[in-house]
């Protein structure tokens, strides 16, 4: 009798294991599924090292992108370290990315970090007429996926012009999900802390107008959300990390390596934060407002 008892102990254990583990894959699947209306996007920023931390994120991303559909990504800046790159025909071009990435197949639309200003940033623009895996055609651009359009803005010289262009294309911009990034965090509880310059700029032209805001810079893990305002995430542990405290607006915050998936649909942004093992630290669904 005992035995029977723990014999349908044990199994009723592993049914519930199973019917819990089962339930945490359709959570998952239920951020991944594809149709022909989602944008799939890889995010990360601030990889431009050419060291053993780019490429083990390298790696995760490779097999990441076997596993699930990726469409693109969108490079946060700082490109490559310690100053950018001299030429087209720096080898940094291969070391830094083409040898850690190329596997990937997918197109990486790059906006320009403080680092990339220390070099020839004209030549990460012209590289886009050189390869088609590289697309930056200005300082500053657009681009439509689907239901979705993309602002790129350069955060290292958010000058008077290029606000004017963000404010009167998001303005005109009748995509259901409107996603602006650059390097710069608007808000940040990591080592760099809040943008003075891009709140009194940046943020204003922003809200109301724009879906969520990606960036790098600080080499951390941050999803920040403050009641009325637009999410802001912030991924820069493509190579290495630094420190990351919590604050008012944190729903999230780690300093791992890693990366972000974002699936943007016609009814919502669905966010994932991975680690190097491909472990979902956090995510998220935002709705889009109608």
């Not at 991975?274 to 109608?290: C, G, M, R, S, W």
Request: glycine share 8%; proline share 4%; with cysteine.
């Amino acid at each position: 009798m005992k035995s029977d008892y723990f014999r349908s102990l044990i199994v009723a254990s592993f049914v519930f294991i199973a019917v819990l583990s089962a339930s945490q894959r359709s959570f998952l699947h239920a951020t991944t599924e594809y149709d022909d209306s989602t944008v799939n996007v890889v995010l990360f920023g601030d990889s431009g090292k050419g060291n053993s931390g780019q490429k083990i994120v390298g790696k995760s991303l490779e097999k990441f992108c076997t596993e699930e559909r990726c469409d693109f990504v969108t490079l946060l800046g700082d490109n490559f370290y310690p100053t950018g790159v001299t030429s087209v025909q720096d080898i940094q071009w291969r070391t830094k990315w083409s040898d850690i990435y190329q596997s990937l197949g997918l197109i990486f639309y790059a906006a320009l970090g403080n680092h990339d200003y220390g070099g020839n940033i004209q030549a990460q623009i012209e590289f886009s007429k050189r390869n088609p895996s590289w697309y930056m055609p200005g300082r500053y651009y657009q681009f439509k996926k689907s239901f979705g359009e993309f602002f790129v803005i350069d955060t290292e010289k958010f000058d008077a012009p290029q606000a004017e262009w963000l404010k009167e294309q998001l303005d005109q911009s009748t995509a259901k999900a409107k996603i602006v990034y650059g390097h710069h965090p608007i808000y940040s509880y990591g080592s760099h802390g809040d943008s003075d310059e891009l709140i009194r700029d940046l943020l204003p032209i922003l809200r109301g107008r724009a879906s969520m805001y990606l960036a790098g810079h600080d080499h951390d893990k941050q999803v920040l959300e403050s009641p009325g305002d637009l999410p802001m995430v912030v991924v820069g542990t493509a190579a290495d990390l630094r420190p990351v405290r919590k604050g008012p607006r944190t729903k999230f915050a780690a300093s791992t390596l890693g990366f972000g998936s974002l699936q943007v649909s016609p009814v919502d942004l669905r966010l994932r934060i991975l680690d190097q093992d491909l472990k979902v630290e956090y995510e998220t669904i935002f709705p889009l407002a109608h």
